[in-house]
């Protein structure tokens, strides 16, 4: 932490910071500029009470922080890739998971009607929702535990594992008999008790950056799971709420190396979410591969228009065999498989 | 809805669309122009399915909607001012409520402290958080049940009603008990489990508009919590996330006036979130009451140097007191009463 | 500027750093943390090489600016406020400026007839536009030197001195001869040579926003004029662009306060592009004059609806002249006049 | 055009409205739903005086409108790509373009040896710039018609074509005697007195995207240079800003198949300005290819470390050829060529 006087600040109100810095159990070190002083403060910046709180101080400029506010998320301190375990694989390596399905559980005829063809086309994880978030009371909300139901059939029928969303922390248990991986949404990634629910069952999970969320703060909510002893986090771009229009999110390309950078978690794009249009999906997929995920989460429906959530974003099965077919190429351009 | 097809769309595909419409209950209108045909659809919009469906269909450009999807929140559906019951008088008439008290009951001395200090100041009501939604694990996460009866006690002494966050489903019978208002926090506005829990509780509701969440977003989940019958609502504007970085958000004044259209809602300022910074609260709790809010929440604290959160935008007690004094003159400039 | 080195920098780098520091001209001092070492740059940030440069020295983290980068338009070596001379009292003392006038000058008849009708009200000086930013190349783009001639006529008629834009350097003699004050608009805040052209011009300045400028950038705008011994800069205040799609712009009401604490120039807000609503001018303006602004500017046209331009968001005669009494109450409840 | 009644607009209110559209030389089209009547307004949009004026009719909820504002960078109206020459080829086939080069001028010595580096690497075309906008008067600038000179002499040596920035309307004409192609910066995105100067000029012009503007936006930006009968406009993503700050902008990457979707122009991206990291560059290079780039403008400097401008985000001279090399494989992917 540097804490930034004033110009023209006088020696008592610099002395009394200094004051500060030492009973709050750090070290200061005074560096003493042309215009201004400047106050190095020498301890762990996670340990510190608010760094903000210097700013009350008469004299003091501003506070900046040195360190990131995350460690156990963090490749700095971690710099070896994590795989999370899913359908014998793992995810983080060389091959990418594609994770694909519905929106929504509809029905058996449609989810097990999904799985397939996406099982065919070459996913490698089913997603569809039972517990839906909808911004309308008015909305259909999901099938709950039926839905679960028939997701489990779907995995006994195709074997591929299941990412589903659970919305609440009193229903994490109920999630885990079902899920291979406890999806975060994107409306959640800051319900901090639902992130320690999660964190305390120790399943896999999938946490969805918030669309107002920064990259920091992304890898903040991992780090909620991550203290509870669970390590098994997968991150999820699902495009941020911007100024721009054209599409339903804007897809934040940049955050894939970033996180990359930052973490040793993987990093799963979501291209479906990141556009809010199906014809959009194939180029955000292609992007995000070459960008460097490590896998992809899309919307499949047997039948778009007949969709009861996100039609507009979800492919055909044809179309999505299609798109697995052009992200084998430009995964293996940047010497990944699919 | 009105959809709006391509430029050179086909009869053929005008025809499927207009069947569409019909199959799905509604009537289409058809308004031939110049360069492209539209299509009326007639019927309530918030019952269609899912507008953006009609996207799918070959030759559709897009869809836009017409009718707002709220309608409890509407004052179009509901003209006349909503007066939530708080402290003998109540929200959303001439008197502006102001919600007073620290970010965290911290203690004892300091949430009785808080507490004399903010009534003896003018203050209509008390605020302080047992349960905190901290972005980092490592913070303090508030004393919990432990809290509630320090924040009871406070009332207890002083008559003040608390207003205090629940941040869980499962603790909103908890915090019923002590609270005289349940506070959904900005993080949580679209925690639908959440929302369901505080509409079914019928208890007094302060919803915090999500930093990043538009105005209709607000609306919406103000809806989820009417539609369990739990009129009781207050809407919060508290700054929205943008660019900008020389506060900690951005205080969107235009939300005031622009909520007060568009529902019956009694609409409460946040300057202390709003601007993140002690010395700019009292400027944007000026201008919140002379754009029409219908009161205040602002964090106070006996010793703001001392706060285990939000120190750097609490006031202390004397300068919280002087902000009494300012807004009441502005609220007299604008017919309204402190 | 202080330089972080990374978690297990080595000697050699830390040495490579400090060594280029001393090149540049400026004094490295170290202070070592327990994590890592960071490394204090004495100098004056404002003359120093992009400081970002020596990120991309090895084992550098991050490098972070101390200083504001503007110092002609700083309040910390100005402490005085600014007054901008203008219609005999000037901008930026106890008596609020309020600019008024229709967004373009669009014959003769109207421009008169809008001049009057403010003056009348109250307003302190004219706007009009004879030169129009347009974002579709089909619309009126304004009448040119003939629409500074009518503005020029308004002024010999009413007494109030004229607010214009201007586009491009080679026009800046030309409305100099018509205006009182050269207005930049929003989308010329960074049109450097723009910028230079008035600053040389020595003609007083309403220096707008930029919709996604933030506040230290219009102060780094503001410099540009002031770096051409042109210190007669009035900064101003107009919205900025979000996510929020209600309103056309976000009227960053925390920015007036900012912008006064930060420089000594006056902050004029324009409550009719902030909105883009006539229906909310009202609400906005009262808001500006509680939150501290040094004036108003406002779009009133003598018959809105047939308005070539900004009809929107431009005030009736009648209810402008009911805004500036209500506004007069505001001011007088923060001992300002209008 | 589409005019939304208000719920319960009264038969005067509604015929009112039908009038005023009448009597501007449309047909109006009455659809009376169930809640509330819409009209719909018959004709071309673009011709239509602002309609947002109806927004001020008595009973009027809101207008929408139908039609795309610009005309002629539309798809819609002209299907077929557009391939602006460059070097031979022109850049919108299927082979990529790859503009490369340092941020700006700075000695005879530094562009011709980056000149000669980029085109060994395998760069169809050489930036660099002479005239610099820079957010800081305190900045270099740029050399000006020395610096061009410089550029010429760099193409006379490599046979590069030159793509240089011009920033006032009183300049074109010089920077069309050195430059093969003219770009305009972001800053300068909507100076349109800018615009209406490389119009009428004939050259063709590299427009870059505002680091606020929209996609509609810059489609409208370039309609004012195509109005002017130039029809040789690239379009540039260059990343947006938004309240993520972990990097210098948001590389919008789905703006590039929206642009391509919705335009016939090529479209270019950024990935130096998009990312403002050179370590990023590499990852946002190849999946701007993947998304359906038509080329790349990249930043590259013989000296990073000693470059005077944007040093930070510039690659040396072996990073680039080892992103050439890489892209080269992603663009095989997709079907193109480097």
């Known amino acids: 932490m540097v804490i930034v006087m004033n110009v023209g600040a006088t020696a008592a109100e610099i002395s009394a910071v200094i004051a500060r810095v030492t009973e709050t159990g750090f070290r200061a070190h005074l560096v003493e500029g042309e215009e201004r002083t400047i106050i190095g403060v020498i301890g762990d910046d996670r340990k510190a009470a608010d760094p903000e709180l210097f700013n009350l101080m008469a004299g003091v400029d501003h506070v900046m922080r040195v360190s990131k506010p995350y460690k156990l998320a963090s490749r700095e301190f971690h710099p070896k890739d994590t795989i999370v375990p899913l359908n014998g694989t793992g995810v983080g390596g060389k091959k ?141 771009e699902r495009g941020i709420r911007t100024f721009e229009t054209s599409t339903r999110n804007t ?57 009861w959530s996100d039609g507009a974003q979800s492919l055909r099965p044809e179309t999505f065999a299609k798109l697995v077919r052009e992200i084998r190429r430009v995964a293996e351009a940047v010497d990944r498989t699919v």
Chains 1, 2, 3, 4 share one sequence.
């Not at 519905?102 to 089913?126: D, F, M, N, W, Y």
């Not at 014809?279 to 992809?296: I, Q």
Request: proline share 6%; charged share 20%; hydrophobic share 45%.
């Open 96 to 236: 990418l998971a594609v994770i694909a399905g519905p929106c929504s559980v509809e029905s058996r005829t449609q989810i097990l009607e999904a799985a397939h063809a996406v099982k065919e086309a070459g996913a490698t994880a089913l997603r569809g929702g039972a517990f839906k978030p909808r911004s309308s009371p008015y909305s259909f909300q999901g099938h709950g535990e039926a839905g679960l139901e028939l997701l489990a059939e779907a995995r006994a029928e195709t074997g591929l594992p299941i990412v589903t969303e659970v919305m609440e922390p009193g229903l994490v248990p109920l999630v885990v008999k079902y899920a291979d991986v406890l999806q975060i949404g994107a409306r959640n990634m800051q319900n901090y008790a639902l992130l320690h629910a999660v964190g305390e069952s120790q399943h896999p999970v999938l946490l969805k950056r918030g669309m107002m969320s920064t990259v920091e703060e992304l890898l903040m909510a991992a780090e909620y799971v991550l203290s509870h002893g669970n390590g098994r986090v997968m991150l999820c």
């Open 251 to 307: 897809f934040d390309i940049n955050a894939i190396p970033v996180l990359k950078q930052r973490s040793h978690l993987p990093v799963i794009a979501d291209p479906s979410h990141a556009t809010g249009k199906w014809e959009l999906v194939n180029s955000a997929a292609r992007a995000a591969v070459a960008a460097g995920a490590d896998g992809l989460i899309i919307e499949v429906h047997p039948n778009p228009e007949e969709a």
